[in-house]
């Protein structure tokens, strides 16, 4: 189906074990992000990607790894994951422009870390 | 990027329009107003967005006062589906959206 799809859409894990959630977005949009969604919070930019090949940290990367081989893809990996990484992790892409940044959102990957 | 204010919560009735203000006295001349809103669960939605002149689009108009340093969304027609939390995002080309705590509009049959 074309559009942002995200995996797992729900994910429990311990505290230390290594988690990565999947991004995939079908319109080849140069630019993707990563954002956290706290309860009853904004969200916050992790990570984002402007190519492939090409990221850059947002406002709270730290715990966070990223990737980006293909410009369809962008995994977001905890490499241990704490209990203050329990969130809404929502995906994102965009073409940016001059004054543009419509960006698509995914439907989000709730992680909660025991 | 300008710091946007909105009010925390609101209010409307099914059928009429819903007017969400939303003021960024510290705008510059070349940053844009954005608006985005969140369903309950879902990934935020883009809304509409404007530099200087109103907009208007299917889902919305976005009024921006001549002096720029205030917006208001309007929804003309709410419907329950319309509740959600909308943001107003001051935005500049090349930096990244930040997103604010929003209002959280309640639609009322």
């Known amino acids: 189906d074309a559009g942002i799809t995200q995996s797992p859409r729900y994910k429990i894990t311990e505290t230390g074990r290594q988690v990565t959630l999947m991004c995939h977005q079908t319109w080849s949009h140069s630019y993707m992000f990563w954002y956290r969604q706290d309860l009853g919070h904004g969200l916050r930019l992790i990570y984002y990607s402007a190519a492939a090949d090409i990221t850059d940290k947002g406002e709270v990367p730290d715990g966070y790894v990223v990737s980006r081989s293909k410009t369809e893809n962008f995994p977001l990996t905890l490499e241990s994951a704490t209990r203050s990484q329990t969130s809404v992790y929502f995906c994102?892409?965009?073409?940016?422009?001059?004054?543009?940044?419509?960006?698509?959102f995914g439907p989000g990957t709730r992680l909660t870390v025991t | 990027d300008a710091k946007t204010t909105q009010p925390t919560s609101m209010d409307c009735a099914e059928g009429r329009a819903a007017n969400l203000p939303c003021n960024h006295s510290t705008i510059s001349g070349n940053e844009y107003v954005y608006w985005y809103r969140q369903i309950h669960s879902q990934g935020p939605q883009y809304i509409i967005h404007g530099l200087k002149n109103n907009e208007t689009n299917e889902m919305a108009s976005l009024i921006i006062t001549e002096d720029r340093k205030s917006s208001t969304l309007i929804l003309p027609h709410a419907t329950l589906r319309d509740t959600a939390v909308y943001y107003c995002?001051?935005?500049?080309?090349?930096?990244?959206?930040?997103f604010g705590g929003g209002t959280r509009l309640m639609v009322k049959p």
């Open positions: 995002i001051g935005y500049f080309a090349g930096n990244m959206l930040t």
């Open positions: 994102a892409s965009s073409e940016l422009g001059q004054g543009a940044n419509e960006q698509y």
